[in-house]
């Protein structure tokens, strides 16, 4: 039997006053989803264990089946294997976003500098290590707007707040904390000076786009210590995503990480590449697992119409064509769901349980008819914790 999970991240949300209160779940037109949920069950999984941050790493790792209370370690160790950066045991590594500071430096005016490009992101990166590296430091290009400093020989005890989660608000107060904090804030305070006159953040402003114009330093962690899936669940994996935290979690846990050359991570991706690729992987993996990172980057943004269009785009071009393929092949299960909300008016993630779909092989229909936040109540099933999910779902036994 084949597996496929399709990851909507950040796809759940919470009701809205502009959509009568509903969520942009209920009100997006998404027949395969819908078609999941009556052909097979719905219910809620909780994928953030309390007292831990709900973001991507933490939660698409429980819905791997992955404790987190066991082997993690930080988010950016993760995205290290993704760039094949081998850390070493006293290397301390963080996220490095490319933000726009706006108000002479005092507002969080974007945490992605308006979805720079890869190209322009790796020569500011490459600028920043020239400028900024030395042996205690090194900085390491990646996608979009997503970097890595490595602080080699560094020191813990800090603490770090994600730019997504004060969008659009004072960065004062939110900077790196805590005893070891001050050479983070020192590289983030630098950077301002040397990035504002930098040609791309020139020619960038020049086309009314926003400039690069500081770093920003979070989610530090040592090497991780992840067992292989196979190992724990004997399915070998595959991995398609736009982000290096998805595929620095491939590497660490022995996924395949197969690159679909349009995947932008923004709400203008390649969702029939990604089906094209999932179904070209499926022939020689026993789970495919494909996440799709635009509803999260609409939450972060508020933008409404772009959550919508994006979890309608996930329905159509993605999770259609897919299904209507395994149909044809043979015995399948498929599941659907986000790792955490992020809701629109918020701008950033929360730790609610988020609804899934699953159907396929010794699946019975549970009676539910809709994929929207209503199976938090009318579901059937639920995995809490979150990391339960997998091993239900691979299991084949009756559901």
């Known amino acids: 039997m084949k597996f496929v999970i399709f990851l909507g991240d950040g796809m759940s949300d919470r009701p809205m006053p502009e959509l009568n209160g509903q969520t942009p779940l209920m009100v997006a037109k998404t027949p395969n989803l819908d078609r999941m949920v009556r052909e097979g069950v719905g219910g809620w999984s909780l994928n953030t264990p309390e007292g831990y941050y709900p973001g991507s790493d933490i939660a698409n790792l429980g819905v791997l089946g992955y404790d987190v209370t066991k082997g993690y370690t930080g988010r950016s160790p993760l995205e290290a294997g993704a760039m094949g950066v081998d850390l070493a045991d006293d290397d301390l590594a963080f996220r490095c976003n490319l933000v726009n500071l706006s108000d002479n430096y005092k507002i969080m005016g974007d945490f992605s500098a308006g979805h720079i490009s890869t190209e322009e992101a790796t020569e500011i990166i490459h600028f920043i290590d020239q400028k900024l590296g030395s042996d205690q430091f090194s900085f390491h290009p990646g996608v979009s707007y997503r970097h890595l400093l490595v602080w080699h020989g560094g020191r813990e005890a800090l603490k770090t707040i994600p730019p997504h989660d004060i ?77 290096d935290l998805m595929h620095g979690i491939a590497a660490n846990i022995g996924f395949e990480r197969l690159h679909v050359p349009g995947a932008t991570g923004w709400i203008d991706t390649d969702y029939s590449g990604k089906a094209k690729a999932c179904l070209e992987g499926i022939e020689r993996h026993d789970l495919m697992f494909v996440h799709v990172e635009s509803p999260d980057e609409a939450g972060h943004a508020g933008r409404l119409d772009y959550k919508i269009k994006a979890i309608e785009d996930f329905d159509h071009l993605l999770v259609g064509p897919v299904l209507e393929a395994l149909a044809k092949r043979g015995p399948f299960r498929a599941a659907s769901l986000p790792d955490h909300p992020t809701p629109i008016a918020s701008k950033t993630h929360n730790s609610d349980p988020v609804p899934f779909a699953m159907m396929g092989e010794n699946i019975r229909p549970d009676g539910n008819e809709r994929y929207d936040e209503n199976l938090l109540k009318s579901g059937s099933i639920f995995f809490d914790p979150g990391h339960t999910l997998m091993p239900a779902f691979l299991s084949g036994e009756q559901i």
Do not use: T
């Open 167 to 243: 969008s659009d608000r004072p960065i004062a107060g939110h900077l790196p904390s805590g005893p070891n904090s001050e050479p983070i804030s020192n590289l983030m305070r630098e950077s301002w000076k040397i990035l504002a006159d930098h040609p791309v953040n020139l020619r960038r402003s020049k086309a009314q786009e926003k400039p690069a114009n500081s770093i920003w330093l979070w989610g530090e962690g040592r090497r991780p210590k992840l067992s292989i899936f196979k190992d724990l669940y004997g399915k070998s994996g595959g991995m398609i995503s736009a982000v």
